[in-house]
């Protein structure tokens, strides 16, 4: 019985030992798997923590959204007069005179917008430059509810120009200067008029 025992005992040392190696294979081709179908991590994940992003590395500022100045009463006395000499067809010279006539009131600018508008479409070339400030960024004149649009300054401004203001080139002069600078900040709207620029 001895003699049985001892000749089990290797083979008992050899199963163990085949089956230590053959876990050893498994264990070990299963992490493989494990790392080879693993998704690649990005190398910003696996380097050191994220810092703060520097100041010319960040995206362009939104624009603010621009603020809708209250619209005057429907009966505001001068837009009343504007909107009655539009109904009987006043003509774009008259329009403009009309414009620079009204009287100094809160609700002015609007009125003469309507007029000035009108007679720059229709091909006068005053109305166009006025117009032109009336949106234009960088001017201080009195534009009412009207809100300041580089891109229509620009393209009426042109018009002006065109019709043979020779003003409106310094006012283009200044718009550019103010878009570059605008433009150097971010400013979406202050790019798109610069790449629009002829």
């Given at each position: 019985m001895?003699?049985?025992?001892?000749?089990?005992?290797?083979r008992t040392r050899w199963w163990i030992l085949i089956t230590a190696v053959i876990v050893i294979i498994v264990v070990a081709g299963g992490y493989f798997a494990w790392r080879v179908s693993r998704p690649a991590v990005p190398a910003k994940e696996t380097a050191e923590p994220t810092k703060l992003p520097r100041m010319a590395n960040l995206?362009?500022?939104?624009?603010a959204p621009k603020p809708v100045p209250p619209p005057y009463s429907s009966d505001a006395p001068l837009l009343e007069q504007v909107r009655e000499a539009m109904r009987k067809g006043i003509d774009p010279e008259g329009a403009v005179v009309l414009a620079k006539s009204l009287p100094q009131k809160p609700e002015r600018a609007d009125a003469a917008f309507i007029l000035l508008e009108y007679a720059a479409e229709a091909g006068h070339a005053e109305a166009a430059l006025i117009v032109a400030r009336y949106f234009?960024?960088?001017?201080?004149?009195d534009s009412g509810t009207i809100i300041k649009d580089p891109a229509a300054a620009y393209e009426w401004y042109r018009v002006a120009l065109s019709g043979g203001q020779p003003e409106?080139?310094?006012?283009?002069?200044?718009?550019?200067q103010w878009a570059q600078k605008e433009a150097a900040q971010g400013s979406r709207e202050a790019r798109e008029v610069l790449t629009n620029w002829q």
């Open positions: 001895e003699n049985n025992f001892e000749d089990q005992e290797p995206p362009p500022k939104e624009e234009d960024p960088t001017s201080t004149e409106a080139q310094n006012h283009l002069s200044g718009l550019r």
